[in-house]
């Protein structure tokens, strides 16, 4: 079978499919604006598509995400249109409805069976926007209008799309009813082989040696920033040191924006949460936080397996596979009580769960773990068996993800 991949940072929450259907003996292609040239990842081709952000358009401003994703998805059918002139017909076509890349695919390829993974679905209620007063805008008008302009390009693909992925079952509820018929649940699948516990890990950060026997406590975003609960870590991390005078807190992320926007005042949100805290945690507590950007896969994974209590925060929104990679490695993990947090998370069992915006409740479990080993090791056991027995990637997601990519070609 002839399978297309559309992902503008192939392969994203492909990683583990596509070349396990290389594996399977499917002829496997991507397009993606990642690289600049063809070339061959794990037996997929990659074929690269180049747009411009139409910056300095007019138009009116909720449609600023549907002129981008017009845009992309323009790039992404002029080098469709020339692979249909070379004879390419692929049999299914699978993207991310995000960035608006498979908007065209069917003025190429009629023929072709369409899925999304269709990973969320905004709302002007009930979901991120809102969430937080702190950020929440001033002027609110039209806010139910301007979620559905935001959403249309992902409405557009999802209704022109024969199924859907959505990797939980929460952010498929965020989908109009309608439309979650379309959508399977099934998660992208955590390689528990490779996260997995290892009490002799060890990991060199900052000119740091740590292994389980030191207290470490650790906080993992992909970009440091509010919707991760960054500003609700910092703000707690003074009274954390205090209590626990022997902790490493070692702090993982970037200094862009993933989601949300940047500090009006310019700067990033380390600068902007630092500058906010620092005066009030003395120097001796300070040096025991370790800013390390981003990690080498290797060396993340070894930090979770060295991890006495791991943190995880975030709005209700896509759920990050760092807290469950987290769980695979036995960490103990303090999260925040929002969906999706709470379909991985049983409060007491898998893990302890505190209010989002309450940095002492964060700040007391954090504590209260590392002060009790024995709570830490069965919860940690615990997080682990609920990953392998739910979003283990070969014996539970990869099955499912071939049987969806199954029943898709079959239409």
């Known amino acids: 079978m002839k399978i297309?991949?559309?992902?503008?940072?192939?392969?994203?929450?492909?990683?583990?499919?596509?070349?396990?259907l290389v594996a399977a003996g499917h002829h496997v292609v991507a397009l993606t604006c990642r690289v600049d040239k063809q070339q061959t990842w794990n037996g997929v081709q990659i074929i690269p598509y180049r747009w411009s952000d139409p910056t300095g358009q007019a138009h009116h401003p909720w449609l600023t995400n549907l002129n981008g994703a017009v845009h992309r998805g323009t790039a992404v059918y002029r080098v469709a249109d020339q692979l249909a002139a070379r004879g390419y017909v692929p049999d299914v076509v699978i993207a991310h409805s995000g960035?608006?890349?498979?908007l065209f695919v069917h003025d190429v390829w009629p023929g072709a069976k369409l899925g999304v993974f269709s990973e969320f679905h905004y709302q002007a209620e009930g979901a991120d926007i809102g969430f937080d007063p702190e950020f929440a805008l001033k002027d609110a008008f039209g806010e139910g209008a301007r979620m559905r302009m935001r959403n249309l390009s992902m409405r557009l693909q999802l209704e022109q799309a024969q199924a859907a992925l959505c990797p939980t079952e929460w952010q498929a509820s965020t989908h109009p009813p309608a439309l979650r018929q379309k959508i399977t649940v099934v998660h992208d699948g955590i390689d528990t082989a490779q996260a997995s516990p290892d009490p002799a890990a060890q990991v060199t950060l900052d000119g740091l040696t740590l292994s389980r026997d030191d207290e470490v406590i650790t906080f993992v975003n992909r970009n440091l920033e509010p919707y991760r609960g960054f500003h609700v870590f910092m703000r707690g991390l003074?009274?954390?040191?205090?209590?626990?005078?022997?902790?490493?807190?070692?702090?993982v992320g970037g200094d862009s924006v993933s989601?949300?926007?940047?500090?009006?005042?310019g700067g990033t949100w380390k600068e902007k949460m630092t500058a906010e805290v620092r005066g009030?945690?003395?120097?001796?507590?300070?040096?025991?936080?370790h800013f390390v950007g981003k990690l080498p896969y290797?060396?993340?994974?070894?930090?979770?397996?060295v991890s006495t209590v791991h943190l995880y925060l975030t709005y209700p929104f896509v759920l990050s596979w760092s807290l469950m990679e987290a769980m695979s490695c036995e960490a103990a993990i303090v999260a925040s009580a929002t969906q999706p947090v709470e379909e991985v998370i049983t409060d007491g069992e898998t893990g302890v769960l505190f209010d989002f915006f309450d940095s002492r409740a964060m700040v007391d479990q954090i504590d209260r773990l590392c002060g009790d080993p024995d709570l830490r090791a069965r919860l940690g056991r615990a997080a682990r068996a609920r990953v392998l027995e739910r979003y283990d990637l070969k014996?539970?997601?990869?099955?499912r993800q071939f049987q969806w990519v199954a029943d898709?070609?079959?239409?």
């Open 4 to 20: 297309l991949f559309l992902h503008q940072n192939f392969p994203g929450q492909f990683k583990h499919l596509a070349p396990a």
């Open 259 to 265: 989601y949300g926007t940047a500090p009006k005042e």
């Open 238 to 251: 003074g009274d954390l040191l205090r209590r626990r005078p022997q902790a490493r807190v070692i702090v």
């Open 298 to 305: 290797g060396d993340f994974l070894s930090l979770l397996q």
């Open 280 to 289: 009030a945690i003395p120097d001796a507590d300070w040096a025991r936080v």
């Open 408 to 411: 898709l070609a079959a239409g």
């Open 99 to 102: 960035w608006g890349e498979a």
């Open 395 to 399: 014996s539970v997601c990869l099955p």
